[in-house]
Nanobody, 117 residues
């Protein structure tokens, strides 16, 4: 099983930036894809950004041109660079990994991002 540990959340003013990190317990080469999700109070968890082992990326429309997902294979880490943050970006952000031939999933514990207006 792949274990994931997120870090980098915090409180930031609107227009500011944060970088989230998610370290995987196994080599990213053994993982099919990784993603960042978020869940705001009273709302469903939503996909924010996705990256495949081959570094193909996709983003939710609400974060395109502001957020960037990337992989560091040497560090078994996926990043989410968040720029031009808005109050509506406030949520708990979760790292997700899909691995193995049966597409098993692992989730991190979540990291809180709060954007003040």
């Amino acid at each position: 099983q792949v274990q994931l540990v997120e870090s980098g959340g915090g409180l930031v003013q609107a227009g500011g930036s944060l970088r989230l990190s998610c370290v995987a317990s196994k080599s990213i080469f053994s993982i099919n894809a990784m993603a960042w999700y978020r869940q705001a109070p009273g709302k469903q968890r939503e996909l924010v950004a996705h990256i495949t082992r081959g570094s193909s990326t996709s983003y939710a429309d609400s974060v395109k041109a502001r957020f960037t997902i990337s992989l560091d294979n040497a560090k078994n880490t996926v990043y989410l660079q968040m720029n031009s943050l808005k109050p509506e970006d406030t949520a708990v952000y979760y790292c997700n990994a899909v691995y193995g031939s049966s597409a098993k999933e692992s989730w991190g514990q979540g990291t809180q991002v709060t954007v003040s207006s």
